[in-house]
């Protein structure tokens, strides 16, 4: 496996730049088994992710990522965990929310998802989101 925290960076980047611009792209990175664990909340399955993330109560959002973190997740598959840090901006906001997201990444055999140097296809099969804002919970 090529290195675990330039492959992080590369599918973070990526990640972030289309969740800022159109959410419902992010599907081809999701599984029919990924689960998402959102502010205590478990969701699972492709159409299920996608519905939250396009369904969150902002119209605009940008991410600030300041740390990522990543380290090989198995001997026998080829799989990560990233753990990624940042400040978040939503609808034009001035006061950045804090946010931490951990992702499971793994190589798949697909030819749809994220590509690092357009060989390997990575998909997110486990995502967590914390941010502790009314505004990102809904509530």
Not at 39 to 63: C, D, M, N, R, Y
Not at 126 to 133: H, S, V
Request: net charge negative; with cysteine.
């Amino acid at each position: 496996m090529a290195d675990p925290t330039s492959i992080a960076q590369q599918f973070t980047q990526f990640y972030y730049q289309q969740f800022d611009s159109d959410r419902n792209g992010l599907a081809s990175l999701y599984r029919d088994n990924s689960m998402m664990t959102w502010e205590s909340t478990q969701i699972q399955g492709v159409a299920a992710i996608v519905e939250k993330l396009v369904g969150l109560p902002f119209a605009k959002v940008q991410h600030k990522v300041v740390t990522i973190d990543a380290q090989p997740s198995s001997l026998s598959v080829a799989s990560l965990i990233v753990l990624v840090t940042g400040q978040l901006l939503v609808d034009d906001g001035q006061n950045a929310l804090q946010f931490t997201q951990v992702f499971h990444v793994s190589l798949c055999e697909s030819n749809s998802g994220f590509e690092q140097d357009e060989v390997q296809v990575w998909r997110v099969a486990k995502p967590a989101l914390r941010a502790g804002d009314p505004v990102l919970t809904g509530v």
